[in-house]
């Protein structure tokens, strides 16, 4: 039978519903997330929420604005802009430009220790705006930090809002963390929007490599054999990573793109570039992975007769997100005043992971990115249908649900001496588990 065009673009249509039949079920069967720690006292907490009811028109409006006007990563001036005019109007200080990176920025309201850092994403993708819902992100986090600073006064510490550019391929986290942005910080929060409310994030890493090869210019019809061709280096790479694909572990991935494959089809194309992801959940697993990548890189510059230069991480690395089960648990528990039931893992048989640079912030402090549901199961991240949830009724419900959550959290931090000495202590217990680990592997 003739496939059509419109046939074969379509996604798998057994599989999916199938997979997200058993999600379903496995979430309506899991049990509610709980804490052992009392956090915020009730009185405060209500005043919170209150708060972020009479600032719910402004957060809206700033995850709106923000939606209308997509930026590429260190390009979201306007972005900064907007919550910079609303940080202002509730009579807060804020600073642009932070950290040696001009779309970062940093407000905080209270005194002393401990100090929690709320995290603020805003950067859009190529071609598809905000299909990753960063203004969501954005919108939660203000929202946050806005309704703590109305009960300032009242915190045992500082709560500190941290604009971070360039989430998509950039590493912005890592570049602020590199110019000590996190060395007060006691612990870090920020959401991400998704289609489960799930505790924690898919734990994997990722690399950029970005290759060139570069061969000898001819005329490709009469004399071709005095050239050596560049572009047959490129698709002969891209083979490589496709065969080595089905022989990767089922966490990890690799995803590319030709960047450069010539000019005209009658001269041998004398350069051509393409750009990787290199995805894996634990740093051997990542270190094996990217060996293999290089070799079929190496490999096809050999078949091709060309010379070949392979960036690796021209942004830096994006480690693993660490979840802080005690302070995820917190969050779950604030979320239940939205009516929402946090998971406390993923529910999908299937690893359909991402990335974030996040996960180098959770490598330095305790922290939490947990998922908000805002889209229907089947809706796939970074697309069209993702973007217009975001601008939604159901995006702006995870941007005021998401803030309340992070603002209880971090109030509970603050206020919970016996929360964040466990916090303290998972984390310290994860980073001696990694060193001991990290040393092993230098000894085998």
Same mark, same amino acid.
């Given at each position: 039978?003739?496939?059509?065009?419109?046939?074969?673009?379509?996604?798998?249509?057994?599989?999916?519903?199938?997979?997200?039949a058993?999600?379903?079920?496995?979430?309506r069967?899991?049990?509610?997330?709980?804490?052992?720690?009392?956090g915020?006292?009730?009185?405060?907490?209500?005043?919170?929420?209150?708060?972020?009811?009479?600032?719910a028109?402004?957060?809206?409006?700033? %995850? /709106?604005?923000?939606?209308?006007?997509?930026?590429?990563?260190?390009?979201?001036?306007?972005?900064?802009?907007?919550?910079?005019?609303?940080?202002?109007?509730?009579?807060?200080?804020? @600073? #642009?430009?932070?950290?040696?990176?001009?779309t970062?920025?940093?407000?905080?309201? $209270?005194?002393?220790?401990?100090?929690?850092?709320?995290? *603020?994403?805003?950067?859009?993708?190529?071609?598809?705006?905000?299909?990753?819902?960063? +203004?969501?992100i954005?919108?939660?986090?203000?929202?946050?930090?806005?309704?703590?600073?109305?009960?300032?006064?009242?915190?045992?510490g500082?709560?500190?809002?941290?604009?971070?550019?360039?989430? @998509?391929?950039?590493?912005?986290?890592?570049?602020?963390?590199?110019? $000590?942005?996190?060395?007060?910080?006691?612990? *870090?929060?920020?959401?991400?929007?998704?289609?489960?409310d799930?505790?924690?994030?898919?734990?994997?890493?990722?690399?950029?490599?970005?290759?060139?090869?570069?061969?000898l210019?001819? /005329?490709?019809?009469?004399?071709?054999?005095?050239?050596?061709?560049?572009?047959?280096?490129?698709?002969?790479?891209?083979?490589?990573?496709?065969?080595l694909?089905?022989?990767?572990?089922?966490?990890?991935?690799?995803? $590319?793109?030709?960047?450069?494959?010539?000019?005209?089809?009658?001269?041998?194309?004398?350069?051509?570039?393409?750009?990787?992801?290199?995805?894996?959940?634990?740093? @051997?697993?990542?270190?094996?992975?990217?060996?293999?990548?290089?070799?079929?890189?190496?490999?096809?510059?050999?078949?091709?007769?060309?010379?070949?230069?392979?960036?690796?991480?021209?942004?830096?690395?994006?480690?693993?997100?660490?979840? +802080?089960?005690?302070?995820?648990?917190?969050?779950?528990?604030?979320?239940?005043?939205?009516?929402?039931?946090?998971?406390?893992?993923?529910?999908?048989?299937?690893?359909? +992971?991402?990335?974030?640079?996040?996960?180098?912030v959770?490598?330095?402090?305790?922290?939490?990115?947990?998922?908000?549901?805002?889209?229907?199961? $089947? #809706?796939?991240?970074?697309?069209?249908?993702?973007?217009?949830?975001?601008r939604?009724?159901?995006?702006?419900?995870?941007?005021?649900?998401?803030?309340?959550?992070?603002?209880?959290?971090?109030?509970?931090?603050?206020?919970?001496?016996?929360?964040?000495?466990?916090?303290?202590?998972?984390?310290?217990?994860?980073?001696?588990?990694?060193?001991?680990?990290?040393?092993?592997?230098? +000894? %085998?």
């Open positions: 039978m003739t496939q059509t065009a419109a046939q074969a673009g379509r996604p798998y249509e057994t599989f999916l519903p199938t997979l997200l058993e999600a379903s079920e496995t979430a069967g899991a049990q509610p997330v709980v804490s052992a720690f009392a915020t006292p009730k009185e405060l907490l209500d005043r919170i929420e209150h708060h972020l009811d009479d600032l028109p402004q957060i809206l409006d700033l %995850s /709106h604005h923000v939606f209308d006007h997509p930026e590429l990563c260190f390009e979201e001036h306007e972005a900064v802009a907007a919550v910079a005019r609303l940080v202002r109007a509730q009579g807060i200080e804020i @600073e #642009v430009g932070t950290f040696g990176l001009p970062s920025f940093r407000a905080r309201v $209270g005194h002393g220790a401990p100090v929690v850092a709320i995290l *603020a994403e805003y950067d859009a993708l190529p071609g598809i705006g905000h299909g990753c819902g960063h +203004n969501v954005c919108a939660s986090g203000v929202g946050a930090f806005l309704a703590l600073a109305k009960v300032a006064e009242e915190l045992p500082t709560v500190e809002l941290i604009g971070t550019p360039a989430e @998509e391929g950039g590493s912005g986290k890592e570049l602020i963390a590199r110019a $000590g942005g996190f060395a007060d910080v006691d612990a *870090a929060m920020m959401i991400h929007p998704g289609v489960y799930v505790g924690t994030y898919p734990p994997q890493g990722m690399r950029t490599v970005n290759v060139v090869y570069r061969g210019e001819a /005329h490709a019809a009469a004399m071709p054999f005095m050239g050596r061709n560049a572009l047959d280096a490129v698709v002969a790479a891209y083979s490589g990573v496709a065969q694909r089905q022989h990767m572990l089922p966490s990890d991935r690799i995803h $590319g793109v030709i960047l450069d494959g010539g000019s005209r089809p009658n001269i041998v194309p004398g350069r051509a570039e393409a750009s990787f992801y290199v995805r894996s959940r634990r740093p @051997e697993t990542m270190r094996e992975l990217s060996s293999r990548v290089q070799e079929i890189f190496e490999a096809a510059a050999h078949m091709t007769g060309t010379d070949v230069e392979v960036q690796w991480d021209p942004y830096p690395e994006e480690k693993s997100v660490k979840t +802080n089960r005690a302070l995820m648990e917190r969050f779950a528990v604030g979320m239940r005043r939205r009516g929402r039931t946090v998971l406390g893992q993923q529910t999908l048989e299937v690893p359909l +992971n991402g990335s974030t640079d996040f996960g180098n959770s490598h330095l402090v305790p922290g939490i990115h947990p998922v908000v549901a805002m889209a229907s199961p $089947g #809706v796939a991240g970074h697309s069209l249908e993702f973007a217009a949830e975001a939604g009724p159901r995006g702006d419900r995870a941007a005021l649900d998401g803030a309340f959550g992070l603002a209880a959290t971090a109030a509970d931090f603050l206020h919970d001496s016996s929360l964040r000495a466990s916090a303290r202590e998972e984390f310290m217990a994860a980073f001696e588990h990694a060193t001991v680990t990290q040393a092993t592997e230098g +000894n %085998s």
